[in-house]
């Protein structure tokens, strides 16, 4: 593992000095507030990636979601906001993510999320879910992503929905192939800004 990997914030204890930040937004006419730090990705906005899918994301009127990768949460906690008859679980390896991720609930007042730490779908193995939802750490490396796509049928109920943002340019093709390889189906939801959403469906 590089220096500049060990320091990413794809791990469990990142390196760098804790230095705090606010982020207001506006998501869905919806207003935000989240607490963010150095050693998480896009701390000082919500990155277009994660906007892409939490503005184009199918949320089913009730059940379970999963934020796979949830940083300090911006998409779960959407997801709990746009629909508060969900219950959201957010997962994510980094210690310092899991810690602002609570604190963003409390700030964005609410009550149907609980937050697990651990690797990909390893905190929440013993759940099924109705939606999952990544905006998965490409810049890491497509291991963790291959794995995010290929772990999710196991933890989905039946006709739920993966969906996933990615960089147009990096893995698209790939991706969609082994979306198609995993599902039997893909589709995109929806493209801009050099980003899509790609959604599929357990048959």
């Known amino acids: 593992m590089s220096k500049k990997t060990s320091n990413h914030y794809f791990v469990s204890n990142p390196k760098s000095k804790i230095k705090l930040g606010t982020i207001h937004t506006v998501l ?4 935000f507030e989240f607490l963010t730090s150095s050693g998480l990705f896009s701390k000082k906005r919500v990155d277009l990636g994660t906007r892409l899918l939490i503005e184009s994301m199918i949320l089913p009127e009730e059940g379970l979601i999963l934020d796979v990768g949830c940083g ?7 997801a ?5 008859n969900l219950s959201v679980v957010m997962v994510d390896v980094n210690k310092r993510a899991i810690w602002l991720t609570k604190q963003n609930i409390k700030r964005n007042n609410l009550s149907n999320i609980e937050v697990r730490r651990g690797y990909l779908y390893e905190p929440a193995k013993d759940l099924n879910f109705n939606c999952i939802l990544s905006n998965p750490p490409i810049s890491v490396g497509m291991k963790a992503v291959t794995a995010i796509i290929v772990g ?3 933890h989905m109920a039946n006709k739920a929905f993966f969906q996933m943002v990615v960089r147009s340019k990096i893995g698209k093709k790939r991706l969609r192939t082994l979306l198609e390889k995993v599902f039997g189906n893909t589709e995109i939801l929806t493209k801009k800004s050099g980003y899509r959403v790609f959604i599929s469906e357990k048959q």
């Not at 300090?72 to 959407?78: E, L």
């Open 28 to 31: 869905r006419g919806r207003t």
């Open 72 to 78: 300090y949460g911006a998409i779960g906690i959407a």
């Open 152 to 154: 999710a049928p196991r």
């Open 80 to 84: 709990a906001t746009f629909n508060p």
